[in-house]
């Protein structure tokens, strides 16, 4: 599978400035794409056009040649989010968090280090490391070929950051995904990408 | 550097403990902090190291008097060595006492953020000074102009940087200010913390980004899961060699540069807390004694809560 980005330009409403001008972009499957690019520059919109959250203003994002926002039902393409806690629904306990995702195996929640007891919780009972790995299994189903991955270890400690890595470069490889890796820190992108593009 | 002056900001054995419902009206104690001490002197960054929901901002938090009604604290706090009561803090808050808060949630929706940043002065000098910090930090004139929900991540980070720096203040305390920012305006904001330090205020870095702490702090004090364990000059990170705590070790192996080593399992909650040291059950080095209050321990330049540390060496 081919995620393509045609010179999209986008701007979040009209007559306002464009955030992001004549950008093309592509991921395939098997590669890990590093985007870097100062705060600000539009990255996160580029993955929430890329996931086919938002519609171009010129251009086009085609998923193996259609648009991607023409998919109907699971869509290859999954996004995890910069902020954990506002990606699940605070008043729903953990487990139907993973319900949402396509099929999540139990072993891939044991192997991201989600212990069962987590399942029952409400997130605010849950740090942002523990909710970040929830969001990465649900964005993991059966069906995800592709992968953005916008900022997700920021606000992680070193450690969880290079478990939580360690699992998915893993996945990664096993299943042959495409990954888009969103990240200010080159060293992580260096360790982590098959080839870096610079935004901006 | 002048000595012996008391630090600006010294805290002593926190405890921070909040009280739950359980079922019904039966309630429950929960500890999340236990056993925190940093040490604060002017002219100096302390960075506090520790990973997410260790209780990293609550310490802020109670440093400011502004923890929720249900939470409690014991131990002491105290500011230019004397106690910080709740009246104090209520002065000398916002004005010799910054927060630069963590949450990009804690803007003003309602506000333009020029005049959020001024804190409402309208005079001439204000306003300079506001556009000086501006093309310090790379934002654009408009920006002032517009409200928080216009911005991206990064630049309410900035935005939020910019506050702290508008008043004359002796304790900054930065509650993450940097994650989602670009290395060169990361850098920036450090410079200004280091210009602040460097006029006799003291800064309180708390962050889980070691490579951050490492660059800017002159002293770094390592947190886990609600206590302090271990507090060496940041130069120590240098090397693994230099550490003593396994926890601190385990954190130097997980950098990225340094073989992105990680170390199964993850804190443990604060309701299953475990005795003695808290990283036990993750710790290679685990013994019974482990279990038993861990004293502090010299360590050269440093100290450390380890009763295994000289073998560590």
Redesign the interface.
Known sequence: MILQAKNVSFQYKENAPLVLQNISFEVKEGERVGLR????IGK?TLCRLLAGYEKPHSGEVLLDGRPVTEYRGYCPVQMVW?HPEQAVNPRRRMYTVLEEGDGIPQEMTAKL?I?EAWKQRFPAE?????LQRFCIARALGKRTRILLAD?IS??????????I??FLLEEAKRRNLGMVVVS?????L??ICTRIVEIG | MEKKLPPILEIRGLQISFKQYEKGFSQTELEVIRDLDVCVPAGEIVAV?????SGKSLLAHAVLGILPYNASVKGEILYDGEALTEKRVKRLRGDEIVLVPQSTAYLDPLMKTGVQIRKGKKDAASKERLHQIFREY?LKQEVEEQYPFE?????T??IMNATALMGHPRLVIAD?PT????????RRAMEHFRELADMGAGVLLIT?D??LAVETADRIAVFYAGSTLEEVPALAFQSCDTLHHPYSR??WN????HG????????PYAREMPQGCPFGPRCPKYTQECSEKIPWRQTGDGRVRCIHAEEAQ
Do not use: C, N, Y
Request: proline share 6%; net charge negative.
């Open positions: 690019g100062k705060s600000g996160t910069q280090g212990e849950l740090s942002g490391g523990e900022e920021t606000m992680l400690d070193l450690i969880t950051q290079s478990q890595w360690t200010h820190s080159d060293d992580l260096d360790r | 190291v520790g990973s997410s929901g790379e911005l991206s991540g990064g630049m980070r900035r993450e994650p989602g920012l670009h290395i060169s305006v990361t889980h070691l490579e385990a954190l997980a950098m990225p540069k992105f080593q990680p170390i199964p399992g993850t804190q």
